[in-house]
């Protein structure tokens, strides 16, 4: 969403500002490639929450298993006492 927004707005301040000198065309330029270092770099954090969501829910799932493992092994060795 922030893309969508930004690029329009990047491209009415190229449009508004094509009457004036290089240097202003220069900042444009430069505007541009920020903003598009932005929205690559907020790609970027989007990525490492998924990844850091993936090993959270992978850590909770082994222990998840451990537990259960250990409550079957503890079932199954009362389970041979009582025989």
């Known amino acids: 969403m922030r893309k969508a927004l930004l690029i329009p707005v990047a491209a009415a301040a190229a449009l508004a500002l094509s009457a004036c000198g290089q240097s202003a065309k220069n900042e444009t330029a430069e505007a541009s490639e920020a903003m598009a270092g932005d929205s690559n770099t907020m790609g970027e954090a989007v990525n490492d ?3 850091a969501e993936d090993a959270a829910f992978d850590a909770a799932q082994n222990s998840y298993d451990t537990v259960a493992n250990a409550t ?10 009582v025989d």
């Open 49 to 51: 929450v998924a990844a």
């Open 72 to 81: 079957d092994e503890a079932v199954d060795e009362a389970a041979d006492e």
